[in-house]
């Protein structure tokens, strides 16, 4: 989707991209199709297996890249492959924050623990991909792209994913101010934010099997939640390929489904300028087919 008549339509070849969270979904696939499109890419992962075989694939497909075991959970991990990839390459052309955790269950039973990780993954992990690489995009004084996943959460209110809404609504904050800052000290590094709608990966399944909720409701929610993503998602490629053209044609907001998108946007606009309360989610649950 386009806004204010950006810049035209940039290629990723040759250029080298560092993707967060690269050993499953959306990540894996905006990996691989940065490499397919002649990209180099550093894709990480907090679990060295699954970035293993990502990157394994990439390379039999002709790709150039290379994994790194990288928790963005903590700030040393982070710093560590900045220092390593600015070092090495001198530049880093394209960053996408995309690590992200999913948990179930309402905000008042949220395990602590819990709600630090989810704090710790979702917000202070693109933080940390902020606080060490744009300092050194800018020392280059190179063009560069930053690019943070929020999601439709990030914008709507729904229940029984608070940790996870709350931090998606900071995600899509901190990425305007960084917008409006680099703006501000003139710095040719563009800003995107993506808006995902469902895709179709594992991060309910995973959020479910490492954190399960007790709570019945929010469980049967998050089930159907699951369930209508594998209907109607699209699959990571899909949505790899919709976020990349969004990023190349120099969007701020990309979604993986414009229309989904623009009405969630729309809805919350709606909402805050009519002062409205936060929407009954029950017509909602009703129509999941659940009883409340
Ligand atoms: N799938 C969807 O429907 C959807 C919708 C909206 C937004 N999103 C967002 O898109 C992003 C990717 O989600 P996905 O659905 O592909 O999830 P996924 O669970 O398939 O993949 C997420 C990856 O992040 C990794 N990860 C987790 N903690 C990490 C850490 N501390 N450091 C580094 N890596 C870590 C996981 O190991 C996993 O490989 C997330 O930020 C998510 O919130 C997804």
Not at 14 to 27: E, N, P, Q, T
Not at 233 to 259: H, N, Q, R
Request: charged share 20%; hydrophobic share 50%.
């Amino acid at each position: 989707m386009s806004d204010e008549g950006m810049q035209m339509t940039a290629s990723y070849a040759d250029r080298l991209a560092v993707v967060m969270g690269a050993g499953s979904g959306i990540g894996a696939a905006l990996a691989e199709r940065l490499a397919a499109e002649g990209a180099t890419v550093v894709a990480t992962d907090i679990d060295a297996a699954r970035i293993g075989d990502v990157v394994e694939r990439m390379v039999a497909d002709g790709g150039r890249a290379f994994a790194r075991t990288v928790d963005v959970a903590d700030a040393a991990s982070v710093d560590a492959l900045a220092e390593e990839l600015f070092a090495e390459h001198d530049h880093v052309d394209l960053l996408i924050n995309n690590a992200g955790l999913q948990t179930a269950g309402p905000v008042w039973e949220a395990d602590p623990a819990r709600w630090e990780q989810m704090m710790r993954v979702n917000i202070d992990g693109v933080f940390h991909g902020i606080r060490f690489f744009v300092p050194r995009m800018l020392a280059t004084g190179r063009p560069a792209t930053v690019v943070n996943l929020s999601s439709v959460g990030g914008a709507a209110i729904v229940p029984f994913q608070s940790s996870y809404v709350a931090s998606k609504h900071a995600v899509l904050a901190l990425t305007e101010c960084l917008h409006q800052e680099l703006q501000l000290v003139g710095a040719p590094i563009q800003v995107s934010v993506v808006l995902p709608s469902y895709v179709r990966t594992r991060i309910f399944v995973d959020a479910q099997r490492v954190a399960p909720t007790g709570n019945d409701l929010a469980a049967a929610y998050f089930d159907r939640m699951e369930q209508i993503g594998q209907e109607q998602g699209k699959s990571p490629a899909e949505a790899a390929a919709a976020i990349l053209a969004g990023v190349a044609g120099g969007d701020f907001w990309v979604f993986t489904d414009d229309a989904a998108g623009q009405r969630v946007l729309t809805l919350r606009a709606e909402q805050l300028a009519g002062l409205r309360r936060p929407p009954d989610a029950r017509p909602r649950l009703r129509e999941m087919g659940l009883d409340v």
